[in-house]
């Protein structure tokens, strides 16, 4: 978890067909398609099928329940995802949001200079032509006319809108340094090698805080913000070994940023970040500032202090987070001599909290079984199953990370009880009826 970490660089062992192994379920089991597949997709673009919806819905979840709904010195916002144009010229996305992109002279891909060590990566030719930057925004028109008046920008950060918004949220919400503004979106940058499956894709979602504190306290509020987001990665599953925190050297920062330190997580194919942690200073409310005449600062009215608040912002992916968390959950192991392939998920983060398994599909047993899914259902995200012998219906489950399954059986019908089974230890408990719902929450920790 450190960077003086000895193993920091090297993969361990066991990680090869992970990847692999991990991308076939998905597309399997209902998580993520390539999208479009039946027009032959589009490059490292996906759409999220019925149990990845469901789990990137929980991912959103996790990050809200404890930025948002957690904290009282937190704030929400929904901001457009196409704005003023002006949002991006002031931001510094326009002049300064580049990669370095070079042309294979032989084959044609493109590649960005600084991820190649001056051969072709697709066909090993050194005859590469001249880095040029390329801005990563996705341009568009707004309105019927496509000439320069109608450009616009599909955002590629959440975060300026609450930047824009600053003044809005501060006064109508009646706020004071230190709060925080939170948004979940979308954002879009024309990535020049997009890849890994959903690790690096032009379109993704985005989880971002920008935390406004007096700028005397900045540091203290980054070091607070690096622990805490970290501690939501382990506390959702992800072992602490394969995590690390990682400084940006001072050439490699953004344009916006005095200190940044990426939360990484050890892929199958090595390091990679989940989550940036920014200290973006005063950079973006003194820019707006400037360009739209707006003062963006706080002002106590009782003591006459003024200042133009620094920002701490934690920055994660969503779909990147998603893609980690199903890696760290991939197992497969041995029950009663039998190979299964299991999603050691945590609760709150897999598609179904419960599967209602009722041992036949016949009355009366199907009746009582829908009962026990509708008091469920009111409280958790339930699959039924009532075909196939009830073995390869616990592995089904397991393979998509339900952590437990209520099983009807004949003696429900007299006694009231049906039995959970957890997916972990395999262990089961004759449980009441009354209580299912009460005992599956505690378990889950709702
Ligand atoms: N507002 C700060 C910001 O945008 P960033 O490090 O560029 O910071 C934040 O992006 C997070 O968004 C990253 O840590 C990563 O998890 C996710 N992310 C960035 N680009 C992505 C892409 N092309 N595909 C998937 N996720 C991406």
Request: negative net charge; hydrophobic residues 40%; proline residues 6%.
């Amino acid at each position: 978890m450190s960077e003086e970490n000895p193993t920091a660089d090297r993969v361990p062992e066991g990680d090869a067909g992970l990847f692999d192994a991990v991308v076939n379920l998905a597309k399997r089991r209902g998580f993520i398609f390539p999208s479009a597949e039946i027009y032959g997709g589009i490059r490292s673009t996906y759409d999220y099928g019925p149990l990845g919806a469901l789990m990137l819905r929980n991912v959103r979840d996790a990050w809200w329940r404890t930025m948002v709904r957690h904290r009282d010195d937190v704030v929400p916002i929904e901001a457009a995802i196409i704005t003023n144009p002006k949002v991006w010229e002031a931001s510094g996305h326009l002049e300064t949001f580049v990669d370095p992109l070079v042309d294979c002279r032989s084959c044609h891909e493109r590649w960005r200079a600084d991820q190649i060590e001056g051969t072709c990566p697709n066909c090993g030719s050194a005859d590469l032509t001249e880095a040029r930057p390329f801005n990563l925004m996705f341009k568009t028109f707004v309105g019927p006319l496509d000439d320069e008046s109608a450009v616009a920008y599909l955002r590629p950060e959440t975060a300026q809108g609450m930047f824009v918004n600053f003044l809005n949220v501060m006064t109508t919400m009646r706020r004071k340094p230190p709060f925080g503004i939170a948004q979940l979106g979308k954002g879009f940058r024309n990535e020049i090698t997009p890849g890994n499956f959903v690790f690096r894709t032009r379109e993704f979602e985005m989880m971002e805080l920008e935390f406004f504190v007096p700028p005397a306290d900045a540091d203290r509020w980054f070091a607070y913000w690096c622990e805490e987001r970290l501690a939501w990665f382990v506390g959702l599953g992800i072992p602490e070994h394969r995590l690390r925190f990682r400084q940006h050297a001072q050439e490699d920062l953004s344009h916006y940023s005095k200190a940044t330190t990426d939360i990484e997580y050890l892929f199958p194919w090595g390091w990679g970040e989940l989550e940036g942690i920014a200290n973006r200073t005063d950079f973006d409310l003194k820019a707006h500032s400037a360009l739209s005449g707006v003062r963006l600062e706080y002002f106590d009215q009782v003591t006459g202090e003024r200042y133009t608040p620094h920002v701490i912002e934690p920055s994660a992916g969503a779909t990147r987070a998603m893609m980690a968390f199903l890696l760290a959950a991939y197992d497969e192991d041995e029950i009663g001599g039998e190979r299964r392939t299991v999603l050691r998920l945590h609760p709150r983060l897999a598609p179904f909290q419960a599967a209602v398994l009722p041992l036949s599909r016949k009355e009366p047993l199907a009746a009582l079984a829908h009962q026990v899914l509708h008091r469920c259902q009111d409280a958790l995200m339930c699959d039924y199953d009532d075909t196939q012998s009830i073995g390869r219906r616990y592995r089904r489950q397991d393979e998509i990370g339900t952590p437990f399954c209520v099983t009807i059986d004949f003696d429900s019908l007299t006694d009231e009880a049906v039995t959970i089974r957890e997916r972990d230890s395999t262990g089961q408990t004759r449980v009441p009826i009354a209580h299912v719902v009460t005992e599956l929450q505690d378990r889950i920790g709702s």
